[in-house]
C-alpha cells in the first residue's frame, strides 16, 4: 500500500524559500501516477499548488497559475521521492502542506501525505 | 482562476440525506466530467469520496453518490451517520493540467 510522508522545515523566514520533501514507498514514482502538492492554510480551503508526472509523462510539470512564478515541484528517482520549493514566501504562505499521489486521467488525488505545517515568521 | 462555489454549511439529521452543491463554469465542471469530492475530519488529511463525478473508491459506502448537471455537480449523503459529520471539498479538472477546489461544506448531523 502506498504512502506519502512529507518533511522540511516547520518555520520559514519571510522572503525566503520554502523546502519539502515527499517520501514514498509502496511504489516506484517512475511507474505511472502524478505527484503533487496541495494546500490548507489554517481554518480555510484546500489548494492546488501543482503536480510532476512520471517517467511515462516526461516528468511533465504543471503549476497553479497564481504560484507559478514562484513554484518549483522536482523528483529524485534514485530516493523515490519529490519535492517543492516555494520562493519569496510571505505570511499567506502559512499553511498544512500535503503531498499527493494523483491520477493523472482525471486529476484526482488517490492518496494523501498526513499534512505538515509550515509557519512563515520572523 | 477562481474557486468552485459551495454552501459554507449544510445539515441533517441521522438517517436523512443531504445534498451539497459544487459550481463552476464550462471549463472546469461544465467541460469535464473530473469532478471528485473530498470529506476531511478535523486534523486529518482530505479522503476521496467520489472520483470521475460519480465513481466511488473501494471501501467508500455506497451512502455516497455524486452527479452533475451544466457547471453544477453534488454530492448527496444517503442515511445519515454521525460519522458524516466533517468537511466536504470538491474538485475539478480545469485544463491544461490545472485543479481546482470549492472552499468547503461543513456538514453537522443533528
Known amino acids: 500500500q502506498v504512502q506519502l510522508q512529507e518533511s522540511g522545515p516547520g518555520l520559514v523566514k519571510p522572503s525566503e524559500t520554502l523546502s519539502l520533501t515527499c517520501a514514498v514507498s509502496g511504489y516506484s514514482i517512475r511507474d505511472g501516477f502524478y505527484w503533487g502538492w496541495i494546500r490548507q492554510p489554517p481554518g480555510k480551503g484546500l489548494e492546488w499548488i501543482g503536480s510532476?508526472?512520471?517517467?511515462?509523462?516526461?516528468?511533465?510539470?504543471s503549476y497553479n497559475p497564481s504560484l507559478k512564478s514562484r513554484v518549483t515541484i522536482s523528483v529524485d528517482t534514485s530516493k523515490n521521492q519529490f519535492s517543492l520549493k516555494l520562493n519569496s514566501v510571505t505570511a499567506a504562505d502559512t499553511a498544512v502542506y500535503y503531498c499527493?499521489?494523483?491520477?493523472?486521467?482525471?486529476?484526482?488525488?488517490?492518496?494523501w501525505g498526513q499534512g505538515t505545517l509550515v509557519t512563515v515568521s520572523s | 482562476q477562481s474557486a468552485l462555489t459551495q454552501p459554507p454549511s449544510a445539515s441533517g439529521s441521522p438517517g436523512q440525506s443531504v445534498t451539497i452543491s459544487c459550481t463552476g463554469t464550462?471549463?472546469?465542471?461544465?467541460?469535464?466530467?473530473?469532478v471528485s469530492w473530498y470529506q476531511q475530519h478535523p486534523g486529518k488529511a482530505p479522503k476521496l469520496i467520489i472520483f470521475?463525478?460519480?465513481k466511488r473508491p473501494s471501501g467508500v459506502p455506497d451512502r455516497f453518490s455524486g452527479s452533475k448537471s451544466g457547471n453544477t455537480a453534488s454530492l448527496t449523503v444517503s442515511g445519515l451517520q454521525a460519522e458524516d459529520e466533517a468537511d466536504y471539498y470538491c474538485?475539478?479538472?480545469?485544463?491544461?493540467?490545472?485543479?481546482?477546489f470549492g472552499g468547503g461544506t461543513t456538514l453537522t448531523v443533528l
Open positions: 470521475e463525478v460519480t
Open positions: 499527493a499521489r494523483i491520477w493523472g486521467g482525471s486529476s484526482h488525488v488517490e492518496n
Open positions: 474538485s475539478s479538472y480545469a485544463g491544461n493540467d490545472n485543479v481546482i
Open positions: 464550462s471549463s472546469d465542471v461544465g467541460g469535464h466530467n473530473y
Open positions: 510532476v508526472g512520471s517517467m511515462y509523462h516526461n516528468w511533465a510539470t
